[in-house]
């Protein structure tokens, strides 16, 4: 059973407009929570993180928000721009070890 | 800046081959991980190792191994390759409960 969930496979944004990606997880036990993007022929790079004892993490046009009553994270870009476009992934981390359980990803279009 | 290379971008190789994608990193972390990648699948782990001459099995490891000699390689071992292999293999590393640095990718086609 997947315990971290990326509901939409693909999302389209007009440039200068948000983009909201989200992500939702099953397990409790997760405390570090991360985004990575990823472009084609490309490994992913680590984008933004949040621990659990934080709702809300800002790196620049990246903001992370968690919910954790509602084992819920979002990812909002702001503004969109074309060279965003990239599939995102979003992970999840509860062991000591560090482990990351991964999303399936959502692909971001961000058109000009 | 971390850096994690892997031996090949691109690979083709014929069913029933042994296929060997090395990855170096030189950061000295302890972890490393191998995953897959396959659309509408995500990435999925294969192995992984939290120190030298270590492995712990992921989600996916039949038909693979792995072997981790020095601190800075793991290696990932496709013994007898099939057609099912064909996929984009990205190597990792971290230190210990950390994020993790992807290699640029090794895309396998297995014929």
């Known amino acids: 059973d997947q315990q971290v969930k990326q509901n939409s496979p693909s999302l389209s944004v007009q440039e200068g407009r948000i983009s909201i990606l989200n992500c939702d997880y099953t397990n409790s036990m997760f405390d570090y929570f991360l985004w990575y993007k990823k472009y084609p022929a490309e490994g992913p790079t680590f984008l933004i993180s949040?621990?659990?004892?934080?709702d809300k993490n800002e790196d620049g046009r990246f903001t992370v928000f968690l919910n954790k009553s509602a084992k819920h994270l979002s990812l909002h870009i702001v503004p969109s721009q074309p060279g965003d476009s990239a599939v995102y992934f979003c992970?999840?981390?509860?062991?000591?070890?560090?482990?990351?359980?991964f999303g399936k990803g959502t692909k971001l279009s961000v058109k000009p | 800046d971390v850096k994690v290379t892997q031996s090949s971008r691109y690979l083709v190789k014929r069913t029933g081959e042994k296929v060997f994608l090395e990855c170096v990193q030189d950061m000295d972390h302890e972890n490393m991980f191998w995953y897959r990648q396959d659309p509408g699948l995500g990435l999925r782990l294969i192995y992984f190792s939290y120190d030298v001459k270590m492995k712990e099995k992921g989600d996916i490891p039949e038909g693979y191994s792995v072997s981790r000699e020095k601190k800075e390689r793991f290696s990932l071992i496709l013994e007898s390759a099939s057609t099912n292999q064909t996929s984009m293999y990205l190597c990792?590393?971290?230190?210990?409960?950390?994020?993790?640095?992807f290699g640029p990718g090794t895309r396998l086609t297995v014929t």
């Open positions: 949040i621990s659990s004892i934080k």
């Open positions: 992970a999840a981390s509860g062991g000591s070890q560090g482990n990351l359980i």
């Open positions: 990792a590393s971290s230190l210990v409960a950390s994020e993790q640095y």
